[in-house]
């Protein structure tokens, strides 16, 4: 659902798996208007942006200057592309000429749920994007599934059909999260918080899109043995409410489910609970900026050695889980690395006009530079005031 009410459904049009797959309909993306509950639109993609193994896994919505100004992405995971698509000219163009679509051949041994499978031809998956940035333009972060590794391109690229053979060097590779990392899905919120699912480890992941992507700072908002078994989404709402869908998915493709088992949940809990004390909660943290954006000119971050540590908040015990001897919280981390010399970061103000109003608000943008690329996070409210913790209820957490 975007900003501006629209439902965009994509319907695969596929029917069966591996072998017994076939197509009777073509792929399309269905948009509907939730003031109405009436469809407004309806896309095929055509043969051009397709190939015979296109299997598109997911769809991410870019909202520009208004509404109108309105871009969809599509994730093709074995046809190995990714496809744009304008509202506004109601058309659509594939990127194909690019490598990191494709999975990684060392990454493609998996393990979920005491299950050791191979997914070795799945290629780009899960897909977020960044707040509006300074110049404009989103970030779109992406993984392939057999890969333990993040990428991403500037929607400038993405948005222009002349761009789709010579822009190679305008995506860029990012640090490996770690071992036993592969991800399916991943969501950002409008202050630069990523959630991704991690579904080796039972478990949800966090990254604050300010910091460089390496494993240090990269944290686990909850990770369940049991009710977590493959959690296939994650979405955030408007009201910053985490939604996480799990399914047990490879139980039911390589095993078999137990029907009278509870197999499939849906969690939520607020961002600003889950992420505290990880991490991904800035507020205490040298990078972040006072709980302000009236910074009256462009400041250089002091960087010096780590500050101090912090250790990952305990997994929450509500809810049942089985031993972590086979996967221990994560080690306690400090929040600089110690090459943080390396790492150029500023604060500066500037206004922007954003959402779909149009409306002139002042932005505070935090950069930082990294394997290429110029992290930010903006938004009139870095580092909000975190609410009083709702109860949780009899699942626990999420």
């Not at 993609?45 to 997911?58: E, G, H, Q, R, S």
């Not at 579904?199 to 686990?220: E, K, L, R, T």
């Not at 031993?323 to 943080?340: H, M």
């Not at 110029?374 to 580092?383: A, D, I, V």
């Amino acid at each position: 659902v975007d900003e501006c009410g629209r439902l965009w459904v994509l319907d695969t049009g596929t029917v069966g798996i591996g072998n017994t797959t076939t197509n009777p309909c073509p792929y399309a993306v269905n948009v509907f208007d939730l003031t109405t509950d009436t469809r407004i639109r309806r896309y095929e993609l055509p043969a051009v942006d397709t190939n015979p193994n296109t299997f598109i896994a997911n769809i991410a919505v870019d909202i520009g200057k208004n509404c109108d100004d309105a871009y969809a992405y599509f994730a093709d995971e074995l046809g190995y592309g990714l496809i744009a698509y304008s509202w506004e000219q109601d058309k659509s163009w594939r990127f194909s000429a690019h490598s990191y679509f494709f999975p990684d051949p060392l990454r493609g041994d998996f393990n979920v749920a005491g299950i050791n499978f191979q997914w070795g031809e799945e290629g780009i998956f899960g897909m977020s994007l960044s707040p509006i940035r300074s110049d404009g333009y989103r970030t779109l972060y992406f993984s392939p599934l057999a890969s333990h590794r993040q990428f991403a391109v500037s929607t400038r690229i993405l948005r222009d059909e002349t761009r789709t053979e010579d822009s190679y060097h305008d995506f860029v590779a990012l640090d490996e999260r770690g071992p036993n990392s592969h991800t399916t899905s991943r969501v950002m919120s409008d202050d630069g918080i990523e959630l991704f699912n991690l579904i080796d480890q039972n478990a949800v992941g966090c990254w604050h899109s300010s910091m460089p992507y390496s494993p240090q700072f990269h944290g686990i908002v909850d990770r369940d043995d049991v009710g977590l078994v493959f959690p296939a989404d994650v979405k955030i709402d408007e009201n910053k409410n985490v939604w996480v869908l799990s399914d047990r998915m490879p139980v039911f493709l390589l095993s078999d489910l137990d029907y009278s088992d509870t197999n499939f949940r849906i969690y939520t809990a607020p961002l600003a609970t889950l992420i505290d004390n990880t991490v991904c909660d800035l507020r205490n943290n040298a990078y972040g900026p006072p709980n302000t954006v009236s910074i009256p000119k462009q400041t250089v971050l002091p960087v010096g050695p780590p500050l101090y540590t912090k250790q990952y908040r305990p997994v929450l015990p509500q809810k049942p889980q089985t031993s972590w001897a086979s996967s221990p919280p994560p080690p306690s981390r400090t929040y600089l690395p110690a090459n943080s010399g390396n790492v150029v970061s500023s604060i500066s103000v500037s206004t922007n006009t954003v959402g779909p109003a149009g409306v002139e608000v002042p932005k505070a943008y935090i950069f930082n530079q990294h394997n290429g690329i110029n992290y930010e996070t903006s938004g009139p409210h870095l580092f909000p005031t975190l609410q009083p913790a709702q109860p949780a209820g009899q699942d626990g957490g999420l």
